[in-house]
């Protein structure tokens, strides 16, 4: 505390503090003035969250100083360019901004909230950031306005982390091993990019309704509930890269403008996209859900590319339409890959491998060819009604339980060859614009080939 004393026995640039703060605040007002860092650290050593209080007094810094600085005019107009920078500070009373209006920047690091921190509403045209905090109590920024970027990584919130409806000009960044009991973004607004980076949320993210205007991009997250994103609107890519979420990831209606990728997304029960829109590719890398993949109703204006790495209950197209191609290569559905009256503007190619249960491409249009090579559909191969503007191309090692080809069109050619069919294939009223080719030890239980 002598040391201190003398730190501050010098008179400050600013204006001239008053007799009821303590030296530290003092001492981390003079630094301020000087647009410098108040690094409480420098003093008095790094902190660790588990530390008592009697051995953090000598850190405390109280809200009414923060206060005073931030909003009585005498102080404010003496803040630098370089905004309100103070880390390593501790403190031990509620720290309440709500509504409140700041002209500077304000960067609060390394700091330890006791009581919570309320920033609801608050207003800022600068960037607010409270980088490797730990909370012990909730954070809320209800409907809180923040001008520039927005920055938590690092940040440890023992309660609820509250960001509903918030609106923020550049980027909000959560990350850097961050945790949270739960996080709430529903209803915000992101001017820039969201990007939640290394983040462990104990109970389940909320991200519905929220609109950001650039991009999307979750990497090294873990979710213990599930991930809730339904009628959101990002309208750059969004990606989600080694991610490991125990619930559902649900996307209802949810719009992406550019690609979306899943890649080495694992334990999630099952992901819903339907009724969503993607404004260019969905790419499918590494993802393994014990559930289906449902994109009923989905607008994609690209493709669907789903690799080898990727394990799942199924994949539902049932009304979609692809703008592009589906490719799905080395890939194991469990369940059915569902697209029953769906529409795709390009190729449908299953190979390299990939084990299916069951595919239902029921009264579904295909604007070129369909093609499945080395490939194994444990059940019915159901074509039925199916419109082809190329040719459907059946080829090597290709496994089925049966096939069901009634009442198909084929604008070119049917080849079925190299084919093993344990069931019946089955190929009544069918309408072959080109040839039909079937051989190359072909094997069938049964065919019925009738009124073609």
């Not at 197209?317 to 503007?345: F, H, P, Q």
Request: aromatic letters at 6%; charged letters at 20%; a neutral charge.
């Amino acid at each position: 505390m002598a040391l201190l004393e003398s730190l501050v026995s010098a008179p400050s640039v600013g204006p001239r503090t008053p007799g009821g703060w303590s030296p530290l605040e003092r001492w981390v007002w003079d630094r301020i003035c000087q647009g410098r860092t108040a690094n409480i650290n420098l003093l008095n050593g790094r902190f660790r969250p588990s530390d008592s209080f009697s051995s953090m007094s000598d850190r405390v810094i109280r809200p009414h100083f923060l206060r005073t600085i931030l909003f009585d005019p005498l102080y404010q107009q003496a803040i630098p360019t370089q905004g309100v920078r103070i880390e390593g500070a501790w403190f031990a009373e509620p720290v309440d901004l709500e509504g409140c209006r700041i002209a500077h920047g304000l960067w609060l690091h390394a700091c330890h909230f006791d009581q919570g921190l309320n920033l609801n509403q608050l207003i800022t045209t600068n960037t607010l950031s409270l980088e490797n905090c730990w909370c012990a109590a909730g954070v809320t920024l209800d409907r809180a306005t923040i001008g520039n970027d927005f920055v938590m990584a690092g940040c440890s919130v023992k309660d609820e982390l509250n960001m509903k409806n918030m609106r923020v000009g550049g980027i909000l960044s959560l990350g850097g091993q961050a945790q949270f009991r739960s996080l709430d973004l529903s209803g915000s607004r992101i001017g820039k990019a969201l990007m939640l980076l290394g983040t462990m949320v104990r109970e389940g993210f909320c991200l519905e309704d929220l609109r950001v205007t650039g991009g999307g991009y979750f990497q090294d997250i873990q979710a213990f509930g599930g991930f809730s994103m339904n009628k959101s609107k990002i309208e750059g890519a969004l990606t989600f890269k080694n991610i490991r979420i125990l619930g559902r990831v649900t996307m209802q209606g949810c719009d992406v403008g550019e690609n979306l990728l899943f890649r080495d997304v694992t334990e999630c029960a099952a992901i819903d996209l339907g009724a969503g829109h993607i404004g260019r590719h969905l790419m499918l890398n590494g993802v393994n859900a014990v559930g289906p993949f449902n994109l009923e109703k989905t607008t994609i204006r690209g493709g669907i590319f789903c690799d080898s790495r990727t394990h799942c209950g199924g994949i539902s197209l049932l009304n979609g339409e692809i703008g592009d191609r589906v490719i799905i290569s080395g890939s194991t559905l469990k369940g059915t890959l569902a697209m029953e009256e769906c529409r795709v503007n390009g190729d449908v190619l299953l190979g390299a491998g990939a084990v299916l249960g069951e595919v239902n491409m029921r009264k579904a249009w295909i604007g070129h060819r369909v093609t499945m090579l080395s490939m194994t559909v444990e059940g019915c191969l159901n074509m039925e009604g199916i419109q082809v503007g190329g040719n459907v191309e059946l080829y090597e090692e290709g496994r089925f339980g049966s096939i069901n080809l009634r009442h198909a069109l084929v604008q070119n050619t049917l080849a079925i060859v190299g084919v093993d069919c344990v069931g019946p294939l089955e190929m009544i009223a069918i309408q072959v614009k080109g040839h039909v080719f079937i051989g190359g030890k072909t094997q069938s239980q049964h065919v019925q080939f009738q009124n073609t």
